[in-house]
Antibody
Framework: QVQLVQSGAEVKKPGASVKVSCKAS????????ISWVRQAPGQGLEWMGW????????NYAQKLQGRVTMTTDTSTSTAYMELRSLRSDDTAVYYC???????????WGQGTLVTVSS | EIVLTQSPDFQSVTPKEKVTITCRAS??????LHWYQQKPDQSPKLLIK???QSFSGVPSRFSGSGSGTDFTLTINSLEAEDAATYYC?????????FGQGTKLEIK
C-alpha cells in the first residue's frame, strides 16, 4: 500500500532552517511528483510547491520563493523540503502528498509539526 | 491566483441528514476541482477527484458535481464519523489553492 512517512517534529529559532523528509513506499517513486502543503494552527491548507520525482523539476509558491527548496533522493525514495530564514508565522504542520503538479493529491504523509519560537 | 470560496464555513447537522457544501472558483477551472476530508489531528484524505470521480474506498454517500466555477460536495445520509472539515482544491493553474474549509459538526 502507498505510504508517505515524514520525519519528526522540530523546534527552531527565528532565522534558522528546517529540513523535513518524506519517505515513500508502495509505489514507483519516480512515477509521481510530491507536493508540500502546510497548515498553521487552527487554519486551512496552503500549497507550498511541488517537485517531480522523475526529473527534479520544481514549482514553488511565489510567497516562498527564495526561502524554500524541494529535493528528492531516488535511491531512497525520499523527498525533502527545506525552509530557510524561519519566522514565527512559519509555525505549522507540514505535509507531503503524492500527485502531479496539476492534479489531485491522493496520498498524504502524517504531517510534521515545525514550531518556530525564540 | 485562483481563489476558492466555500460555503458554509460551519454547519451543525444530525445523523442521516443530507449535507451540501459548495465551492466557488474566482475563474473557470473546468473540472480540476478535488475534495478532501480532514478529521481532527489527522492528515487530509482525498474523497473526490476532478469534480465528480470518487476516490478508491470512499463511501458511496459522498458525491461531487459541478464544472467551471461552481462545485458541490454532497453527503447523503450523514454518519457520525463524517464529523470533519472539508476542503476543496483546484489544480487547474499554479499555484494550487484550497478553499478555507467547511467544518461539519454532528449534533
Amino acid at each position: 500500500q502507498v505510504q508517505l512517512v515524514q520525519s519528526g517534529a522540530e523546534v527552531k529559532k527565528p532565522g534558522a532552517s528546517v529540513k523535513v523528509s518524506c519517505k515513500a513506499s508502495g509505489y514507483t517513486f519516480t512515477s509521481y511528483g510530491i507536493s508540500w502543503v502546510r497548515q498553521a494552527p487552527g487554519q486551512g491548507l496552503e500549497w507550498m510547491g511541488w517537485i517531480s520525482a522523475y526529473n527534479g523539476n520544481t514549482n514553488y509558491a511565489q510567497k516562498l520563493q527564495g526561502r524554500v527548496t524541494m529535493t528528492t533522493d531516488t535511491s531512497t525514495s525520499t523527498a525533502y523540503m527545506e525552509l530557510r530564514s524561519l519566522r514565527s508565522d512559519d509555525t505549522a504542520v507540514y505535509y507531503c502528498a503524492r500527485g502531479a503538479v496539476t492534479s489531485f493529491l491522493d496520498y498524504w504523509g502524517q504531517g510534521t509539526l515545525v514550531t518556530v519560537s525564540s | 491566483e485562483i481563489v476558492l470560496t466555500q460555503s458554509p464555513d460551519f454547519q451543525s447537522v444530525t445523523p442521516k441528514e443530507k449535507v451540501t457544501i459548495t465551492c466557488r472558483a474566482s475563474q473557470s477551472i473546468g473540472s480540476s476541482l478535488h475534495w478532501y476530508q480532514q478529521k481532527p489531528d489527522q492528515s487530509p484524505k482525498l474523497l473526490i477527484k476532478y469534480a465528480s470521480q470518487s476516490f478508491s474506498g470512499v463511501p458511496s454517500r459522498f458525491s461531487g458535481s459541478g464544472s467551471g466555477t461552481d462545485f458541490t460536495l454532497t453527503i447523503n445520509s450523514l454518519e457520525a464519523e463524517d464529523a470533519a472539515t472539508y476542503y476543496c482544491h483546484q489544480s487547474s493553474s499554479l499555484p494550487g489553492t484550497f478553499g478555507q474549509g467547511t467544518k461539519l459538526e454532528i449534533k
